[in-house]
């Protein structure tokens, strides 16, 4: 038996809708991260980027379980001494709500050249409305 490893010229990606409605962060983030990395097809090569582009519609009403929109708190930092600065979470959702999923799936990710070009093939969007009909994307169900 030999190990398959997927080539450049067999990747085939799609382009598929998630609708963020009433669903946990967390586990959102999770089934986003796998379609995106490609884990999900069974020509899954990790050296390879071979998932699918994922647009995310309707950041603006993700939930989080327990006390975190109360507690969770972005930090980033402006490389200058006492650059730290905090985002709690209701302010993030308020200004920026396609950040928090953004960040979500990004953490999931390896820390590698692979992976910053991994997550260029997710797009959120705040509102139910994208630009990316032309795409033809599919509608994905969210498990959960």
């Known amino acids: 038996m030999k190990t398959y490893s997927q080539k ?23 089934q986003i991260a796998t379609l995106i990395r490609g884990k999900h097809k069974p020509t899954y090569t990790p050296s390879m980027d071979g998932g699918d582009f994922v647009v995310v519609v309707n950041a603006e009403k ?13 930090y980033r930092h402006s490389n200058f001494p006492g650059g730290l600065k905090r985002t709690a979470y209701k302010v993030m959702m308020q200004t920026h709500p396609e950040r928090i ?11 590698n050249r692979l992976s910053r070009h991994i997550i260029k093939k997710l797009k959120v969007y705040a509102g139910a409305s994208h630009p990316h009909a032309s795409q033809s994307p599919k509608t994905y169900a969210v498990k959960g």
């Open 101 to 111: 999923i953004y960040f979500a799936v990004k953490g999931m990710l390896p820390r």
């Open 62 to 74: 993700i939930r989080v379980t327990g006390d975190k929109a109360n507690q969770k708190i972005y």
């Open 8 to 30: 450049a010229s067999e990747i085939q990606r799609e382009w598929l809708v998630v609708d963020a409605e009433n669903q946990v962060l967390g586990r959102l983030a999770t």
